[in-house]
């Protein structure tokens, strides 16, 4: 599955909902989702990492249906095979 068709496979689930909550609603969710995420890492809990990763995917996709953003164009415009900073790959930057 392409990140295109998760996207649309997300719109047909759960766009008339996430449109009626909104940009901000559906941001904080976003943001709760990161949250457990990190308590999952901080836990070193495999398992429950990897159902935060699905929902913040999720939610992450849900608020780029409700703002009008193609996930996949946006991401390969700015992640083309390169870093887009440094334009090499592997990255070269220096932090
Ligand atoms: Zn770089």
Not at 26 to 33: M, R
Not at 39 to 52: R, T, V
Not at 60 to 85: F, H, M, Q, V, W
């Amino acid at each position: 599955m392409h990140i295109h068709e998760f996207q649309e496979m997300m719109r047909r689930l759960y766009f008339h909902r996430d449109n009626e909550r909104g940009v901000k609603g559906t941001y904080n969710w976003l943001a709760d989702e990161l949250g457990e995420l990190g308590e999952a890492l901080k836990a070193n809990d495999k398992e429950a990492a990897e159902k935060e990763f699905a929902d913040v995917i999720a939610w992450l996709t849900s608020l780029a249906n409700i703002t009008g953003i193609d996930l996949e164009r946006a991401t390969i415009n700015k992640y083309s095979d390169k870093c887009p900073k440094c334009q090499q790959s592997p990255c070269q930057c220096t932090f």
